[in-house]
């Protein structure tokens, strides 16, 4: 039931006004004429307007209140975020094997008067030589992904369909790639466009990490060489080709062999430099899938670091045309810039503290108090934080930027800003515009987040389960664990109780299956949830395997030889774990009927009936030849189909 909240603005201006005029005979008898034309009945109306005025403020729930009330739940509003590009270099001879280092600042002109402050996200080393050939090598034999590498809009799998160790994606360099330097940055472009973004964090709870099972290996072979070279991997965004990123390898001061069987491609040459990255320990959900791999790329985002500015306070309007300061003199002052994303702030050299406010703050903490949005500073008012002294030195250093003016356009012309790299000084990349492109335009930037639009998300998040008591809390926890993707969970109660997790996977992967690492974040997300006498254990799904041989017959005007796929296809749809069934997946547990199934494949345009169906399970329990019965933690899989389609009157 709600609360009654009382009214404190319970008197209007005419309330107000006519107890005033009633209390003038308690003070003074003579005054007698109680008209609007009196003064005195002049200053009572302005004393009544200012009062009510103070009344109304009582009730009023202001964003400052709204903003408080978020962070009592553990919320914050989210701030703005900085659009970045992927941008492609061309580097002079001069300048390769130099590393850019991140953060180097980048001017970005997008129209006549539009222009904007980016800087590199991460370091890159300028390499003279383009990757020309991409193949992967498995257990299937060799497949070439060159044109699919190049072309923007085609992805390919680098380590084929169903991985298994030792399959490996190689890369071929129209030169050598370590020429001049001993490191080399690759950026890959993860293919996400037909993946569910990963569960978001906890808005009350740190997110756990995840750690990958599986595990990459990369390799070296220049041209002249006989064999290959381990690299050191320097850094890897890409989680072991989990997600896109930045890859930087590395060549050890002493030469290390490669170990491990060797794969051969039908087209090494001498000539070409390579690079191969190779599965040592298989475990992924679904196949890594790629844009592509480059050389000579780097990404920057819509912001920019300014160190030891001087601020200013601030004033306002005064009397007699004059400027006053906002506030106690010395206690606010303002940034050149707004949109802070982060800030240090120091007093005569005395690097302050920045709180969220001084409801903590003693008269003698060294405090301040950000409003990013608008960048300003504020200091204490010497009971709570203390004021810095009269005429002293305010300086601050900051990172501003982001918003959606950021997302500039795939025309905007780009160049190194000043004060460039040492190493890029008296270069072509200095000055000539041309030498840095845009592979896209900025995206992802968005304005600071509104106080409604906080106050909806904490609302949402309210209503969520973040503690596990019931069976329905477990799944959806589980189901949030934050960085992975998942598609469906199950819970059976008992002792321990038991998830069940299926991870998210393209429809061509039948038997979706769940990694140890991401069974152990799942665990371990789960754990921090539950009470303590209950007892989780996580695990992927039991898949039962489907043999299964159909046999029919095609309606008239329909050949049976062009549609004995759709009726596999349509069999393995069925059964499907992610979009079987009415297409949110098998049920967990749900027994087979080969009856049902017969039904759904008459639906078909093509089929006229099915005089046969024939099952076999390995796993589950055959009650008669067309019914199967599978565990509460099991689902199936399909091994194959086989389908003998006879047209009308006996024609395939």
């Known amino acids: 039931m709600g609360i009654d909240v009382p009214t404190l603005d319970d008197q209007t201006y005419e309330d107000l006004l006519e107890q005033a005029k009633k209390l003038i005979p308690a003070y003074e008898a003579e005054w007698t004429d109680f008209n609007p034309h009196d003064p005195g009945i002049t200053i009572l109306e302005v004393l ?162 995840v750690s990958p099972t599986v595990e990459i290996s990369w390799a070296y072979r220049g041209p002249e060489m006989d064999s290959w070279e381990s690299l ?24 290390q062999p490669a170990s491990g069987r060797d794969h051969a491609l039908t087209d090494a040459s001498d000539d070409r430099g390579w690079l191969r990255c190779r599965v040592e320990t298989p475990g992924y959900e679904f ?18 670091r300014v160190a030891d500015e001087p601020l200013r306070p601030v004033t306002v309007p005064g009397s007699g045309g004059t400027e006053e300061t906002l506030g106690l003199d010395g206690q606010t002052y303002a940034f050149p810039d707004e949109n802070l994303f982060a800030a240090t702030v120091s007093v005569d050299g005395e690097r302050f503290t920045e709180v969220s406010d001084f409801d903590a703050s003693g008269p003698d903490d060294p405090h ?73 335009g900025a995206t992802g930037g968005t304005d600071a987040e509104s106080i409604e639009a906080a106050m909806r998300r904490a609302r949402r998040d309210l209503r969520r389960p973040y503690r596990a008591v019931t069976a329905d809390d477990v799944r959806s926890v589980a189901a949030r664990t934050p960085g992975l993707r998942i598609a469906r969970t199950a819970v059976l109660v008992g002792d321990p109780i038991t998830v069940v997790v299926v991870p998210y996977a393209p429809p061509d992967v039948g038997r979706p299956v769940p990694s140890d690492g991401f069974v152990r974040a799942v665990q371990s997300h789960v754990d921090e949830r539950t009470l303590l006498t209950d007892r989780v254990s996580v695990r992927g799904p039991r898949y039962v395997g489907l043999e299964l041989s159909v046999t029919g017959r095609t309606r008239p005007g329909y050949t049976a030889r062009n549609h004995e796929t759709a009726v596999a296809e349509a069999v393995e749809s069925y059964v499907h774990p992610l979009t079987g069934a009415d297409g949110d997946g098998w049920p967990f547990g749900q027994p087979l009927q080969g009856t049902r199934l017969v039904e759904r494949l008459t639906d078909l345009e093509a089929i006229d009936h099915v005089s046969d169906l024939s099952i076999t399970a390995h796993g589950g329990t055959m009650v008669d030849e067309h019914t199967v019965e599978i565990g509460d933690a099991a689902l199936f899989a399909v091994d194959s189909v086989t389908v003998d389609l006879h047209g009308a009157g006996g024609v395939n």
């Not at 050191?232 to 030469?255: C, F, H, K, N, Q």
């Not at 196949?287 to 920019?304: C, E, I, K, M, Y």
Request: glycine share 10%; net charge negative; with cysteine.
């Open 48 to 209: 009544a307007w200012v009062t009510e005025t103070h009344s109304y403020q009582l009730d009023q729930v202001t964003d400052a209140h709204r903003e408080k009330y978020l962070r009592l739940l553990g919320h914050e509003r989210r701030p703005q975020t900085a659009a970045s590009a992927p941008l492609s270099i061309d580097p002079p001879d001069s300048t390769v094997g130099t590393r850019i280092p991140a953060e180097t600042g980048l001017a970005v002109a997008d129209g006549a008067d539009e222009s904007y402050r980016f800087e590199t996200d991460h370091d890159v080393v300028l390499s003279g030589a383009e990757i020309d050939r991409v193949a992967t090598v498995d257990g299937t034999g060799e497949t070439d992904h060159t044109e699919a590498n190049r072309t923007s809009g085609m992805f390919y799998r680098p380590f084929g369909d169903d991985i298994c160790a030792d399959a490996a994606l190689f890369l071929g360099f129209d030169g050598d790639p370590f020429a001049g330097t001993d490191a080399l940055t690759l950026v890959v472009d993860y293919h996400d466009d037909d993946l569910p973004d990963p569960a978001p964090g906890d808005a009350l709870a740190d997110e756990p990490s």
């Open 368 to 440: 301040y108090v950000l409003d990013r949005s608008r960048g300003r500073v504020t200091f204490g008012d010497g009971r709570s934080g203390r004021v810095p002294p009269a005429n002293a030195t305010i300086s601050a250093s900051y990172v501003y930027g982001g918003g959606e003016a950021g997302n500039v356009s795939p025309g905007a012309v780009w160049r190194f800003a000043d004060p460039m790299p040492a190493a890029l000084s008296g270069t072509s990349l200095a000055t000539a515009e041309g030498d840095v492109s845009p592979l896209s």
């Open 232 to 255: 050191s991997i320097a850094v890897d965004e890409t989680t072991a080709m989990y997600d896109g990123g930045v890859i930087e390898l590395t060549r050890p001061t002493a030469s």
């Open 287 to 304: 196949p890594p899938q790629l844009d592509g791999v480059r050389t000579n790329v780097v990404t920057a985002s819509h912001r920019a």
